[in-house]
């Protein structure tokens, strides 16, 4: 119930196309659903996050789209670079006694093709 | 800056020894997180600590012990017990109050022979 899976596990897209990563949970105590960007030997960083009581959040070329009914959410790139090359993973958060807490997707590696 | 560093970048270890890895953080948080990262299967969690000198238990702790004495730092050390050390250790923060996004730092690469 606390995991999150994450497909498809590696990527690639040529330069200007829709990279697509999607995740699918089962807790529907989850509250907040965010996307980590990480560059190798880096640590992740927040690239773009939702609640679950939307549907749709863009900023900039990169969209969330959230599907409670079917818990799933999906990460598009628009227009991708390959500056985008990295490994992205989905995340939810839940708490527990206060305590909040993040279970991560497997991730994906993005590869960008000029 | 205001951050987390984490430190070394990369260590290595002879199997049976004890080693502890860094993490301090300036950004005035009280929560805080240890993962471990290995190719493949995401980030999990090793320990979380919410205030200081306390401190859970996450999904993978067996082999891992950590303290909170100060509010800036959380150091993990990874005992001989630990099976399979070797791998990419992130430390994370968080404010405390309503708000959930975990900042992380730059990790720590652990290699035993």
């Known amino acids: 119930q606390q995991q999150v899976k994450q497909s498809p596990q590696s990527l690639i897209v040529q330069k200007g196309g829709i990279s697509i990563i999607n995740c699918a949970y089962e807790?529907?105590?989850?509250?907040?659903f965010p996307w980590y960007q990480q560059f190798p030997g880096k640590g992740p960083a927040l690239l773009i996050a939702?609640?679950?009581?939307?549907s749709e959040k863009k900023e900039g070329r990169f969209t969330i789209s959230f599907n409670k009914s079917a818990k799933q959410f999906s990460l598009h790139i628009m227009d991708s670079q390959p500056g985008d090359s990295a490994t992205y993973f989905c995340?939810?958060?839940?708490?527990?006694?206060?305590?909040?807490?993040?279970?991560f997707g497997q991730g994906t590696r993005l590869t960008i093709n000029p | 800056d205001g951050g987390i560093t984490q430190s070394p970048k990369y260590l290595f270890r002879k199997e049976g020894q004890n080693v502890t890895l860094s993490c301090e953080q300036n950004?005035?948080?009280?929560?805080m997180y240890w993962y471990r990262q290995d190719p493949g299967q995401g980030l999990r969690l090793i320990y979380y600590?919410?205030?200081?000198?306390?401190?859970q238990k996450g999904d993978i702790a067996e082999g891992y012990s950590v303290s909170r004495e100060k509010k800036e730092s959380f150091p993990l050390t990874v005992t001989s017990a630990q099976k399979n050390p070797t791998a990419f250790y992130l430390c994370?923060?968080?404010?405390?109050?309503?708000?959930?996004?975990?900042?992380f730092g730059p990790g720590t690469r652990l290699t035993v022979t």
């Open positions: 994370a923060s968080k404010p405390s109050g309503r708000t959930y996004e975990q900042y």
């Open positions: 807790n529907t105590a989850f509250d907040y």
């Open positions: 939702i609640r679950p009581d939307v």
């Open positions: 995340a939810a958060s839940w708490a527990r006694r206060g305590a909040q807490k993040l279970v």
């Open positions: 950004l005035n948080h009280d929560a």
């Open positions: 600590s919410q205030i200081v000198n306390d401190f």
